[in-house]
Antibody, heavy 121, light 108 residues
């Protein structure tokens, strides 16, 4: 069974930092790109960052560019989201998801259940 | 950036009836559109990709159609666990990857 499990969500002050993890299992880790998507309270889904499987190139959404960094640990089958300079508007449930393996077809075929980030003073 | 517009915002339907959800894109995305179901507290679930291809394990009462800028998700004979929020997402000409604002399907 393919599984993605997020962790690391917490309460953080504005301007603070947090690192989220996405641990995967049940599939060939190197064969799939991964993505972070978030959902702020009462809002819809917003793309945060997308890491390409073959090159580890990362694309970031405009709202997080320069503040968030994605990395991957192949040995641990995990992806990470380092979030710095957090703002009130970064408060959300953060999901990681697996991207379809078909080149250029960026839809998410498996999602985790999410981890909650709260930003408050 | 391609803007996604879903309608209606909320749809009230009785169990056993059908529902039709719409998604419009601000420019053509060909057939590169996906639909997701999101129940509260759960992981979003891929329903449809390439506009009309059902994802693995999705029952045949879910169907998708459309191309270009107009897309539809149809659910026939609604069951209790179908009441959720539904999102469309394009994957043509990215980044950015964008989602619609969602349609909430609620029990009438």
């Amino acid at each position: 069974e393919v599984r993605l499990v997020e962790s690391g969500g917490n309460l953080v002050h504005p301007g603070g930092s947090l690192r989220l993890s996405c641990e995967t299992s049940g599939y060939t880790f190197t064969s799939y790109s991964l993505i972070w998507v978030r959902q702020a309270p009462g809002q819809g889904l917003e793309w945060v960052a997308y890491m390409v499987r073959s090159s580890d190139t990362v694309y970031y959404g405009d709202s997080v560019k320069g503040r968030f960094t994605v990395s991957r640990d192949y040995a641990k089958r995990s992806m990470y989201l380092q979030m710095n300079s957090l703002r009130d508007e970064d408060a959300a449930v953060y999901y990681c998801a697996r991207i379809s393996p078909a080149t250029g077809y960026l839809y998410m075929d498996v999602w985790g259940k999410g981890t909650t980030v709260t930003v408050s003073s | 950036e391609i803007v996604m517009t879903q309608s209606p915002g909320t749809l009230s339907v009785s169990p056993g009836e059908g529902a039709t959800l719409s998604c419009r894109t601000s420019q053509s995305v060909g057939g590169k559109l996906a639909w997701y179901q999101h129940r509260p507290g759960q992981a979003p679930r891929l329903l449809m990709y390439d506009s009309s291809t059902r994802a693995a394990g999705i029952p045949a009462r879910f169907s998708g159609s459309g191309s270009g800028t107009e897309f539809t998700l149809t659910i026939s004979s609604l069951q209790s666990d179908d009441f959720a929020v539904y999102y469309c997402q394009h994957y043509n000409n990215w980044p950015p990857i964008t989602f619609g604002q969602g349609t909430r399907l609620e029990i009438k």
